[in-house]
């Protein structure tokens, strides 16, 4: 007697929990991207603003930038840290302002323009990209305090076995 579930019913209803694992997965990765997004600020909008704050808004130098190393964690950190309405971030976190020549020749001005708006009671929190991967970090950094010389630093390591792993 030949039994009554085949091969091909068991590969179907293999193929069948694999699919629903996947459509999960899809699912779950875009109720994240839609709550990534709803967090993130539109460039240029204050913390606050949409709560009906305004004052006298002004693009101003950052008044403290977060550094870090690859998969340590810095993105989430100025994204959580600008929910707070007193703190102003950029949309997008990172500003390679300081990484790359061609665009720290273009000037303070240039810099500050890329700064959100922000009252004068809110910190202007920035994030700063491949400090530590740039070719000549000494040379980033001294971009960094000729530019900034009274910003606050929150220097954001990992340990280099773990951040392996997770690259």
Not at 30 to 55: C, D, H, N, R
Not at 70 to 93: N, S, V
Request: hydrophobic share 45%; proline share 7%.
């Amino acid at each position: 007697a030949t039994p009554v579930i085949s091969i091909d019913n068991y590969f179907i209803k293999t193929e069948l929990s694999k699919m629903k694992t996947l459509i999960k997965i899809f699912f779950s990765i875009i109720v994240i991207a839609t709550i990534w997004f709803l967090m993130m600020q539109p460039y240029g909008e204050p913390s606050g603003l949409s709560k009906g704050v305004v004052g006298k808004l002004e693009r101003r130098l950052p008044d403290a930038i977060i550094l870090g190393v690859m998969k340590c964690g810095t993105i989430t950190l100025g994204t959580i840290l600008g929910m707070h309405p007193d703190i102003a971030t950029p949309g997008w976190m990172e500003i390679k302002f300081f990484s790359y020549s061609w665009l720290y020749q273009k000037g303070v001005e240039y810099y500050q323009r890329l700064m959100p708006l922000a009252r004068p009671d809110q910190l202007v929190l920035v994030k700063s990209p491949f400090v530590f991967q740039s070719p000549n970090i000494s040379i980033t950094l001294q971009r960094h305090v000729d530019t900034l010389p009274d910003a606050k630093v929150i220097l954001v390591v990992k340990n280099p076995i773990d951040r392996v792993v997770s690259d």
